[in-house]
Nanobody, 123 residues
Framework: EVQLQASGGGLVQAGGSLRLSCTASGFTTDDYAIGWFRQAPGKEREGVSCIESSDDSTYYADSVKGRFTISSDNAKNTVYLQMNSLKPEDTAVYYC????????????????WGQGTQVTVSS
C-alpha cells in the first residue's frame, strides 16, 4: 500500500533549524510529486514546498523562500525539508503528501498523505 511517514519535527528556538524527512513505501518517489504542507490550530492547511522527484523541479511558498529547501533521495525513497531561520509562525503540524498530477502547492491535488510531524518554534 502507498504510505508516507513524516518525521524530524521537534521544539526549537527562533532562528534554529530542523530537517524533516518524508519516507515513502508502496511506491517509488521518482514517479510522484512530493509536497510538504503545514497546518496550525485554527488555520487552513498551507502548501509549503513541493518537488517533482523525477526531475527535481522545486516550488516554495513565498513565506518560506530563502529559508526552506526541499530535496529528494530517490535511492532512499525519501524527501527532505531543510528548515532554517525558523520563526514562531512556522509552528504547525507538517505533512508530506504525494501527487500523480504535477508539482503543486494545492493540497487538493495530493491523494496520499502521511500522519504529520509537529514543529514548534519558540521565541
Amino acid at each position: 500500500e502507498v504510505q508516507l511517514q513524516a518525521s524530524g519535527g521537534g521544539l526549537v528556538q527562533a532562528g534554529g533549524s530542523l530537517r524533516l524527512s518524508c519516507t515513502a513505501s508502496g511506491f517509488t518517489t521518482d514517479d510522484y510529486a512530493i509536497g510538504w504542507f503545514r497546518q496550525a490550530p485554527g488555520k487552513e492547511r498551507e502548501g509549503v514546498s513541493c518537488i517533482e522527484s523525477s526531475d527535481d523541479s522545486t516550488y516554495y511558498a513565498d513565506s518560506v523562500k530563502g529559508r526552506f529547501t526541499i530535496s529528494s533521495d530517490n535511492a532512499k525513497n525519501t524527501v527532505y525539508l531543510q528548515m532554517n531561520s525558523l520563526k514562531p509562525e512556522d509552528t504547525a503540524v507538517y505533512y508530506c503528501a504525494a501527487s500523480l498530477v504535477a508539482g503543486t502547492l494545492l493540497p487538493g491535488l495530493y491523494g496520499f498523505w502521511g500522519q504529520g510531524t509537529q514543529v514548534t518554534v519558540s521565541s
